[in-house]
């Protein structure tokens, strides 16, 4: 049992847990307090965004009005929260949905909260203020027709409640209270629509459509395949619950899966890195699409492959890379006049690095592609004439500094960099010699592949530490480094070796972070913990792997969502919530584990 807390006014961000719909999110901290919520897509300019501006940024508050200890859960299988609280004179339960209908998404976002009682009888008092959208709306409430109406900018958003008292209502803001005892209700919802008419609907619709909303994620729940079992009866939990979040962060309509649900969580507390990640990375596709490959998920895998190559097509002859949710290229970053969480600036709309040179990204895309031609899938020949001319353009271009996969205004040639053009062009091998793609060029894609290989041995080793290094010239190290093992670049000694540096110097207990030097700037990564553990499965170090996952594994939060990053002296969660390369890793390497086992038994 936990009594939830906040400082100035800021929940911790372990505390949060994600409801999600196919379009949007919100974020629902422990108190029962929800502090983010876009809509109608996750990109959307908040409406909710108290996790970011405890005055302004806008909330929907619902809470017993004594002191209280809360529990939560998620109803197995679905993106549906329920909370206990408990109080001196009863206990009572919060059911929080983003509600879907009956043939999937809504044709408006629904927030739905319902108040049940189980033992005693429990007040809750609640508040609906609305947000700015960081400061560019100045939100109204006024009734319309005997509905509670808010209007903020083209959109509008209903107050519908049942069994509860209006207490007070004001421009910027609408309280009440609601009283349950064993076995009675009440409801608090928000409906929005946003530049069109505004539909309001009975509380008891709303109130069914909860139930069905919970029908609907077990159903979709269903089927994740996971068989053979995995090697641990802990990690089966820690998957489906991470492929519950990773649908959360995945639009429906389109198949792009987002990297975060939110911006401007930061690095570190007070710092300045704090970035916008509600886009699509193609770094992100392979780890995606291989996770979803294994779950059994063919409706997403497919959906996100045909979206990737149709923003990449839509983009021009450059690999941009990440892409806005609609297949655009963001080009601009602004800076907000937010005061930021804990008063960490800058807040960012928008993410700069899009621009950059990212020479991995050939590799993320190329690899992304061979994994789904593994699957049986045939590549269309305008694609495969596509996948080609990136593999020349790679072979142009591996000689050049870039911006590494930490997205670095300091370029160098970085080894993961390097490592990742090999990985283009080694799949580009593979996809000409099955025929996915032609294989006029096949002779200088192994040519090239063979350069970049001895090019890495050569200049991005560090005798000194027996690793391979952050870069070409440098002892420092990167524990992105550890992915060559997953890629296949490597799995020998020298592999082997670079694990005892990187865990050396970079690891703190199960945390490991980014690079060299990051222990006083941000948190520890934590899809680095993951890598970690995937490295010792390549090498053959089977019994550190196991113990490491076991440790991986709780570093969940208590309804098992991962952040960005961690702090390893307080435990609490750093960065963009739910991070969803944490969650991919945690599902890869179950399955690589899983994997191993079961050719030893072979």
């Not at 996790?51 to 302004?56: A, E, N, Q, S, T």
């Not at 998957?239 to 975060?260: D, H, M, P, Q, Y």
Request: charged share 25%; hydrophobic share 40%; net charge negative.
């Amino acid at each position: 049992m936990s009594a939830p807390r906040r400082v100035e006014g800021y929940a911790p961000i372990g505390d949060y847990a994600v409801l999600g719909d196919g379009r949007t999110v919100a974020l629902v901290a422990l108190d029962g307090q929800i502090d983010w919520w876009p809509a109608p897509t996750l990109d959307a300019p908040p409406i909710i965004a108290g996790i970011l501006d405890p005055d302004g940024g806008g909330h929907l508050s619902l809470r017993p009005n004594e002191p209280f200890d809360a529990t939560r859960r998620y109803l197995e299988g679905t993106n549906v929260v329920e909370t206990t609280f408990v109080t001196e004179h009863g206990t009572a339960t919060v059911t929080d949905a983003l509600n879907t209908g009956s043939a999937g998404r809504l044709p408006w976002t629904e927030l739905a909260r319902r108040v049940e009682g189980v033992s005693g009888s429990v007040t809750f008092e609640w508040e609906f203020a609305p947000g700015d959208r960081f400061g560019r709306a100045n939100p109204w409430i006024a009734e319309r027709q005997g509905t509670l109406v808010t209007t903020v900018e083209d959109q509008q958003v209903a107050v519908i409640t049942d069994g509860s008292t209006i207490e007070e209502r004001g421009p910027k803001a609408v309280r009440g209270h609601c009283r349950v005892s064993e076995g009675q209700r009440a409801l608090l919802a928000l409906v929005a629509s946003d530049n069109e008419p505004l539909f309001v609907p009975a509380p008891a619709a709303i109130e069914a459509r909860i139930d069905r909303t919970v029908r609907s994620w077990r159903r979709w729940s269903d089927l994740v395949v996971i068989d053979p079992p995995l090697p641990h009866p802990a990690w089966e939990p820690a998957v489906r619950r991470s492929a519950l979040a990773l649908k959360t962060i995945l639009a429906e309509n389109s198949g792009a899966i987002a990297a975060a649900a939110t911006t401007s969580l930061p690095e570190g507390i007070g710092g300045p890195k704090n970035w916008d990640y509600r886009y699509s990375w193609v770094r992100d596709s392979s780890f995606a699409l291989d996770a979803l490959i294994k779950l059994g998920l063919h409706e997403e895998v497919h959906g996100a492959v045909s979206w990737l190559l149709g923003a990449i097509r839509r983009n021009g002859d450059s690999l941009h890379v990440f892409f806005s949710l609609d297949g655009a290229v963001p080009d601009e970053q602004t800076e907000l006049d937010v005061p930021g969480y804990r008063h960490s600036q800058p807040v960012r709309s928008g993410n700069s690095a899009s621009g950059q040179l990212q020479l991995g990204t050939y590799g993320d895309l190329l690899d992304t592609i061979s994994r789904y031609t593994a699957e049986g899938h045939i590549i269309d020949q305008p694609t495969g004439r596509l996948i080609a001319d990136m593999a020349d353009a790679c072979c142009d271009q591996w000689r050049r500094r870039d911006s590494g996969i930490w997205e670095l205004g300091q370029l160098e040639h970085y080894t993961i960099s390097k490592i990742g053009c090999w990985v283009a062009l080694d799949r580009a091998c593979r996809l000409a010699a099955s025929g996915q793609i032609p294989g006029g060029h096949a002779g200088r894609w192994e040519s090239e592949a063979a350069a970049v290989h001895q090019w890495v041995e050569d200049h991005c080793w560090s005798d000194t530490k027996a690793a391979y290094t952050f870069y070409a010239g440098t002892d420092d190290l990167d524990a992105a480094v550890l992915l060559a093992g997953r890629t296949g670049f490597d799995t020998d000694e020298r592999l082997a070796s670079t694990i005892e540096a990187v865990t050396a110097e970079l690891a703190e207990g199960p945390l490991v972070y980014r690079y060299t030097g990051m222990a006083k700037e941000e948190g520890a990564f934590i899809a680095c913990t993951f890598w970690l553990v995937d490295a010792l499965v390549r090498t053959g170090q089977s019994d550190r792997a196991m113990q490491l996952m076991d440790e991986a594994v709780g570093l969940t939060n208590d309804v098992g969502l991962l952040s960005e990053q961690k702090d390893p002296a307080t435990g609490e969660f750093l960065g963009n919530v739910p991070q969803g390369l944490s969650h991919l890793a945690l599902i890869n390497v179950a399955f690589s584990l899983r994997d191993l086992t079961e050719d030893r038994r072979r």
